[in-house]
């Protein structure tokens, strides 16, 4: 829950309408209000939002649907776009882009066990690379009816509240990251050769600290961190269940539920996110994303 006082107003000279930052949660996210993002943002209004994605770690902004190349220059204002792995997902003409349909299109589609939907796993996007996008922008085409929330939980707020010994622990530590791993309910989807080769496992560190702010978080993808290196099987899996109870615990969490034409910017080196995928068969969930290049983890 926000209150009005937390809200900020921000005037713009030589418009009527100002710029409005409005909390999500307290535990990360910010709705923006008072641009419109079909045309060129520049100057203070562009800094403004830039520090806004490093305080709040997700935007939301209302809009349309986009195209292609207009939802590419909205990316753009917040970093230089990498293609995505998989192939058969780029959009021709705009390959930056991708289109990620997560629609049942039958009943089969949809297991009795929704934990075998792999979106369902709480990720980071992109852990597999050995540089990892900084962030994500994925705007919503079109939603169904209910369900298909979006969920983030913020851990940089899950390392902060670990005790020093933890911190201290954890800081050693370096950890395994796959294209798959078998401590994920659901499996990957399909590579081919090429995505194949360039998916080899990489090492990231347990605790990563982020290169805008200076401030550290836990980097552990469920979805794709298959073992710490250095210790047995068993102490990492013991380990990494209890972070992963830590850092999804509700306090760090917030759940985006999507209007058509939301565009959602994260930041993936302090944030996990995974969907609600309990959603009804046959109405379509769409989305557009790119992904923004990053750093080497340390
Ligand atoms: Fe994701």
């Known amino acids: 829950m926000t209150t009005d006082s937390s809200v900020l107003e921000i005037s713009r000279p030589g418009s009527d309408t100002p710029i409005r930052i ?40 209302r809009s349309q649907p986009l195209t292609a190349a207009d939802f590419s220059r909205v990316a753009r204002y917040f970093g230089e776009p990498q293609f995505q792995l998989l192939r058969h997902q780029r959009v021709d003409e705009v390959p930056e882009v991708s289109i990620l349909e997560s629609t049942y299109t039958s009943a089969e589609d949809k297991p009795d066990d929704l934990q075998l ?10 852990s597999y690379f050995e540089i990892p996008a900084k962030a994500t922008v994925l705007q919503i085409l079109a939603r169904p009816s209910s369900g298909g929330e979006t969920r983030f939980c913020n851990t940089g ?15 050693a530590l370096k950890a395994v990251h796959g ?19 360039e998916t080899p496992d990489v090492v990231h560190p347990l605790i990563r600290t982020h290169e805008d702010t200076g401030k550290k978080a836990i980097y552990f993808n469920p979805n794709r961190t298959d073992h710490i290196v250095g210790i047995d099987r068993k102490d990492s899996d013991e380990l990494l269940d209890w972070l992963y109870a830590h850092f999804t615990q509700p306090k760090y969490r917030y759940d985006h539920q999507w209007q058509t034409g939301d565009i959602l910017l994260w930041d993936n080196r302090c944030l996990i996110h995974s969907v609600n995928t309990d959603f009804p068969v046959g109405e379509p969930r769409i989305h557009q994303r ?3 290049k990053g750093t080497r983890p340390v």
Not at 29 to 57: K, M, Q, W
Not at 179 to 197: I, S
């Open 22 to 61: 409005t909390p999500l949660s307290d535990a990360l996210g910010a709705e923006i209000t008072g641009l419109d993002l079909t045309g060129p943002v520049t100057g203070n209004d562009l800094e403004l939002i830039r520090s806004a994605f490093l305080e709040y770690h997700l935007l939301c902004f």
């Open 117 to 126: 939907v792999r979106l369902s796993g709480w990720h980071t996007d992109d």
């Open 157 to 171: 707020k899950a390392y902060e509240d670990l005790s020093d010994e933890m911190k201290q622990r954890l800081s």
């Open 179 to 197: 294209y798959d791993t078998m401590r994920a309910p659901a499996r990957a989807q399909a590579r081919n050769e090429v995505e194949t080769q």
């Open 290 to 292: 790119i992904l923004l």
